[in-house]
């Protein structure tokens, strides 16, 4: 049964990527085979600049739909509390409060997920991996992943080594388990 190894590193900046590219495929990796997770705002732009790589979208805040339905729902409750503060001012008050604290902690623990660490571990990648790259994802631009068979191994590694500015690179063994 032939062997399986997936390399990936935070990328720093879109050059660093496109030499990415370049090496992996000198090195005889097929350009399909690449995976890029970036933030949604820069996806578009990955897309453009390798055309032939797969791209995801990485979470990193509420899109624009979801900030209008939150906009929405919590003016909704602001006018029910205003309402309840014409009847009763304090219920008012404490409903209002309750409401902008709700929401406020809604945004901070939506912030503080692990998106990247998620969407690679639904890759089927270690936790160890993810856990590195979601620390220090902040700090780069993208998440490029490629799977190569044994092979190409050593060469596909050696694309990822050869730039120092990559962060992170490190490589998991995928053997098939049944």
Known sequence: ???????????PDLRS??????????????PSSL???SRRRDESLVKVSL???????????????????????????????????AVHLPTGIVVQTVMTLAAIIGLVIFHR???LK???IGLGLPDELAEKWEKSFPSGFALALV???EDLFDDAQA?????????????VDRRVVL
């Open 1 to 11: 049964m032939k062997r399986h190894y997936t390399l990936g590193a935070v990328v």
């Open 159 to 171: 694309a990822f080594l050869e730039d120092e500015s990559l962060i992170e690179p490190l490589a």
């Open 147 to 149: 799977t190569v068979p």
């Open 17 to 30: 990527l496109d030499s990415l590219d370049e090496r992996l495929e000198d090195a005889g990796v097929d």
């Open 118 to 120: 998620n969407k690679v």
């Open 51 to 85: 055309p032939e790589a797969n791209t995801r979208a990485v979470e990193t805040t509420l899109r624009r739909i979801q900030w209008f339905e939150f906009g929405s729902v919590y003016l909704g409750v602001t006018a029910v509390s205003v309402l309840m503060g």
């Open 113 to 115: 997920l692990p998106h």
């Open 35 to 37: 995976l890029v997770l």
